[in-house]
């Protein structure tokens, strides 16, 4: 067995009514959704709420809220159920693949045993049941006995068919007897019998109608029974076992998500609302949508006082009192899908489209997710599916557009939406004739402003929004040649050629209009094939793809990264070609990634490169792609999913965004977009407090100019060159001690020494 300890040594908090807090450079912080909660438990000081990705509190008193995830402390994503035992002290986690978090006051015990073995079929966790020291948990294979004192698994029960595996939904233990609702109906075993692992110990009860249905929850008292059958073409039925018979007390709702006993009532809670019986199974309350608009609720727990706490599928937590309602969830995106991104003027902008593996739609609502000032604001379309792109104009951060995998681009001002543009009234085009189905999935601004996008599988297949006039459209046919097919990313580079990726085994696209948008006759056109020096093709099903500051080209492809140099001599030179990285680790070389689908490319401000990849995380490899620098995955950190779909940065702050099959999280990268003078130059933090061990960051720097760090005397401790405009020092001196309490000067000068900088902090050790 293996348990890993989680020391949490810090605590995001997202206190209502403040602001998130910066994080520093190597640090990590997640962005996840918390709006569809799946459970709801409680201490005696705090609230927990679960949503897949993540765990929030809500503090009782002072109404803080605090964010747990992997990103601080959790050991994984998906989470299926929580549960607070109050005579153990713990939170209990657990996840739909079998792992298991132990939340203590000060750490976290991960017991990875399930999610390690080898079981066909579903490991997740369903339900949580305390007795005494032991939590016996519902999973999808059979029973599971966890001791919390010892911290590891003491038994498992398969407790089907022969001893075969069935999925165990809750467990209820009264009277010394143990019930199982599972997906083959009610079993039942005597506690006390010290061979629970024997199958033949567990009877089914079979007098119950459809008895070896699916049953998803239980409630038992003094020989009474509440079970609840699923029934997936019809409603749900709760049978009563009352008198020594069966009887149907509701069926009336198609989905009955639990039940949940407080005191002396039994609420049943279903996609809709929360039924109240007493003792005797006498309906005496609801909550309903005419209480709590839009609710939708998954789980229930009900405190002093009759506050009623409820887990609600698009609300979060949602507080209940005395009719009196309050929606409680943390500042983040309202939904966790997170497709493509886009960064400028500080300003973040996530969509939460996405599309199949085939190129259908995903039928999401177009949602966009603006990020500025370290707050989330959430913009939702429910008349449009899928956005799956989005540009902010680079002359004004207010305004920006989106573009949908089905009704053209949508274009915004200050968050709200203003115009869609489609084949009625722009040049875009359907590619169902008569069917308004107009996808836009690349979009690119010029140094002019202009906004090029891609329309795909239409005759025209290039369109450009252009002048003053707010109607100036033009498309683009380019004698059929990529016509009709699948076009995704544009890019327009330093010197306004146009780059469009044709996935799918067509290559690439470059075209130069020459300055003239409506004259066509003077344009440059070239469709090529991925190919090495010999010619020989690399790959044509092309990804993603990035200019450097260089003005170098990087495409990603399913066989890895290749670069096009001189991209300039294009439409010259006949032999044309993209170079393949060599990348050196240890003592390997090989091609730059060339077994991975390369999903998206970014540069920082040092020109480093950011790549992201289908299944294996992401990495960031040096300037030149011959050396790796970190590979990030969520086996070896906080990342979520190796699955990336997008990376942005934020070049004024260095926060590099990870976009994710699961979610967004965010890592602080060393580099910033340098510039051509010192502008605002800080550093962070300062002073520098005896307890703070982190690395001391200087921003606001002309790109990679020389820095040194010396005392009031001029002794220089510390030497580096900034990476783009930021540099960094972890407050130790050349020989690797913590340098001591005083004043120290900071030298910035670029090669030439015409430009330079000096200011100054404060270090306390």
Request: charged share 20%; glycine share 8%; aromatic share 12%.
């Amino acid at each position: 067995m293996i348990k890993k300890v989680i020391i949490l040594l810090v605590v995001f908090a997202f206190y209502t009514g403040l602001v998130q807090a910066q994080i520093g450079v190597g640090e990590w912080r997640d962005h996840l959704a918390f709006t569809y909660s799946v459970a709801v438990t409680e201490s005696s000081a705090k609230v927990y709420v679960a949503s897949a990705n993540g765990i929030f509190t809500f503090n009782k008193i002072s109404h803080n809220i605090e964010k747990l995830t992997k990103v601080n402390g959790l050991s994984d994503v998906g989470i299926s159920e929580i549960e607070y035992s109050s005579e153990n002290k713990v939170l209990f986690v657990a996840y739909e693949n079998g792992n298991i978090d132990l939340v203590f006051e000060n750490e976290v015990i991960n017991l990875s045993d399930i999610k390690r073995e080898m079981i066909n079929g579903s490991k997740s966790i369903n339900h949580i049941l305390f007795v005494n020291e032991y939590a016996y948990l519902s999973c999808g294979f059979g029973i599971v006995v966890v001791n919390i004192e010892k911290r590891e698994i003491k038994d498992s029960y398969y407790i089907g068919n022969m001893g075969s595996l069935v999925q165990v939904n809750q467990l209820v233990l009264n009277n010394d007897f143990l019930y199982a609702a599972t997906n083959e109906g009610i079993f039942i075993a005597d506690f006390t019998n010290p061979n629970l692992v024997d199958y033949s110990n567990w009877q089914q009860i079979t007098d119950i109608p459809n008895y070896s249905s699916s049953f998803n929850s239980i409630y038992v008292n003094e020989g009474i029974l509440l079970v609840n059958q699923l029934n997936e073409s019809q409603n749900d039925i709760l049978y009563l076992y009352k008198d020594e018979s069966w009887s149907i007390l509701n069926d009336e709702h198609s989905s009955i998500r639990a039940i949940k006993d407080f005191g002396s009532s039994i609420f049943i809670v279903t996609n809709s609302n929360v039924l109240d019986y007493t003792s005797n199974f006498t309906l005496q309350d609801s909550i309903t949508r005419t209480e709590i608009p839009g609710f939708n609720p998954y789980d229930i727990r009900v405190g002093s006082n009759q506050i009623y706490w409820f887990a609600d599928r698009g609300k979060g937590l949602v507080k209940y009192q005395s009719g009196n309602v309050e929606e409680i969830v943390p500042n983040a995106p309202y939904l966790s899908n997170s497709f493509s991104i886009d960064i400028n003027h500080n300003r973040v902008l996530v969509v939460a489209g996405g599309l199949t593996p085939a190129g259908g739609n995903s039928y999401l609502n177009g949602a966009v997710f603006s990020f500025e000032d370290e707050q989330w604001q959430t913009m939702i379309n429910y008349e449009a599916p899928d956005y799956v792109v989005a540009k902010i104009d680079p002359l004004n951060s207010d305004h920006f557009y989106t573009g949908s995998w089905g009704s053209g681009i949508f274009e915004y001002r200050k968050n709200v939406l203003e115009k869609n543009y489609r084949e009625t009234n722009s040049s875009l085009q359907t590619f169902i004739e008569g069917e308004n189905h107009c996808s836009v999935i690349g979009m690119s601004f010029d140094q002019d402003n202009n906004l090029w996008l891609t329309n795909a599988g239409v005759q025209n297949p290039v369109s450009v929004r252009y002048g003053l006039e707010p109607d100036d459209w033009k498309s683009f046919n380019f004698d059929e040649k990529i016509s009709n097919i699948l076009v995704t990313d544009i890019i327009v580079t330093k010197n306004n050629n146009k780059w469009v990726l044709l996935p799918k085994g067509n290559g690439i696209f470059v075209f130069d209009h020459n300055q003239t948008i409506e004259n066509e006759n003077d344009d440059l056109t070239k469709k090529m094939s991925v190919v090495d020096e010999n010619g020989k093709i690399i790959s044509n099903n092309v990804y993603s793809i990035a200019e450097d500051l260089e003005g170098d080209i990087w495409v990603g492809t399913d066989q890895g990264v290749v670069v096009y140099y001189y991209p300039e001599n294009v439409f010259e030179d006949a032999g044309f070609h993209a170079q393949r990285i060599i990348l050196t680790i240890g003592d390997a070389t090989d091609f730059l990634l060339k077994t991975q689908t390369i999903t998206t490319i970014a540069v920082d401000g040092a020109n480093r490169k950011w790549i992201g990849t289908k299944s294996s995380g992401a990495y960031l490899v040096s300037e030149d792609g011959t050396k790796e620098i970190n590979h990030f995955t969520e086996e070896n950190s906080p990342l979520i999913s190796n699955s990336i779909n997008d990376i942005g940065i934020n070049h004024e702050t260095g926060e590099i965004f990870f976009a994710t099959d699961k979610g967004l999280v965010s890592y602080r990268g060393s580099a910033t977009m340098g510039s051509d003078e010192f502008r605002d130059v800080y550093v962070y933090p300062n002073p520098v407090r005896e307890d703070y061990y982190g690395d001391i960051t200087i921003r606001g720097l002309v790109s990679d100019v020389n820095v040194k760090i010396t005392d009031i005397s001029g002794n220089i401790v510390y030497e580096t060159t900034a990476e783009g405009g930021q540099a960094t020092w972890d407050g130790k001196n050349f020989s690797g001690r913590r340098v001591s309490t005083g004043v120290y000067l900071v030298f910035c000068s670029n090669e030439d020494g015409s430009k330079t900088h000096i200011t100054k902090l404060l270090f306390i050790k």
